[in-house]
C-alpha cells in the first residue's frame, strides 16, 4: 500500500530537481503520474525512470507561463486518467539577484510572473478540476520566503506571495474538500542550485553552511513531504507552509 494508491497526480516542471523527485515519490506512492516541463527531453526521461522503478505516468509539455498551455495540461490529464487528485507547483526560475537600484524592472517582473503568478495560473485549473471531488495541491515556496533574502529581493517577495497564495486558498476552497499547502525547500542539491552556485560562486559557501544539519537537502526529502502533505495521512492539513530546510529557518 502507498500513500498516494488510485490518485491521480500532475508535477511541474518535473524534468529535473526536485519537480523530477517530487513525480518519482507520487508514482513510488502509488498515483499515477503526468509528468510536465517545458524541456521534453528531461520530462521523457523521468517518465522511463518511473516506468523503470514499475510506476506509471505520461509526459505532457507544459509552460507554465503560458495559459492556454496550463488549460491543456490539466485537459490532457483528465483525458488521461480521468480525474485529478492531487497537483504539485514546482516549476520556477529565478531571473539575477543584486541590489534594488541596480536592478532592471523587467527582471523584477519575470522573477513575479514566474515565481508567483505562474503558480497561480495552474492553480486556477487545477483546483476547476478538482471542484467536484476535492484534491490536495502542494506550492513549491523556499525559505527565501520566511524573513527576506538580501539581493535576491524579487525571488524572496514573488516566493512569500506563495505563501500567502496558499493560505488563501486553502481559505477560499477547504469546504470544497480541497487542501493547499505549501513546502519550503532550504538549500536542495538540485541542477538549478548547482547553476546558481556557478553563476554566483560569491554566495555558494554560506549557502551550503544554511542548514543546522550542516549538509545540502536532497530533493527526495522535498518530494517526501510533498507525498506526505497530498496524501489522506495529511487530512486535516491545510493552509500551512512547511519548511524542509535542515533547520535552516532556526539558525
Ligand atoms: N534547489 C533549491 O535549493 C531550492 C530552494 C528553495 C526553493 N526551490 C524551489 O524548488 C522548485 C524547483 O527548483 P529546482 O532547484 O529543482 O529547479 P531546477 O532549475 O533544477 O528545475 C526546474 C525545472 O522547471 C522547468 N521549468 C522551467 N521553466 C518552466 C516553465 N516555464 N514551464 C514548465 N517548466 C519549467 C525546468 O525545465 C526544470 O526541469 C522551484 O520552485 C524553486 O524555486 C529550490
Redesign the pocket.
Known sequence: MGLLDNKTGIV??????????IALSYAQEGAQVIV????DD??EETVRLIEDAGGTAAFVH?????ES?VKALVDNTLKHFGKLDIAC??????RGSGPIHQYERAVFDQTLE??LT?TWLCMKYELAAMLEHGGAIVN?????SLRGQAYNTA?AAA?AGVNVLTQSSAAEYGARGIRINAV?????????????FEEQPEKAEG?KKAAVLNR??E?GE?ADAVSFLCSDRASFITGQVLSVDGGGAVR
Open positions: 511541474t516542471g518535473s524534468g529535473q530537481g526536485i519537480g523530477r523527485a510536465s516541463d517545458i524541456n528531461m520530462g507544459c509552460d507554465v507561463s503560458d498551455s507547483n514546482s516549476a520556477a526560475l529565478s514566474m515565481c505562474n513549491i515556496s523556499s525559505n527565501a525571488y516566493k519550503s525547500p532550504g538549500v536542495i542539491r538540485t541542477p538549478g542550485l548547482e547553476k546558481y549557502l545540502l537537502g530533493p522535498i
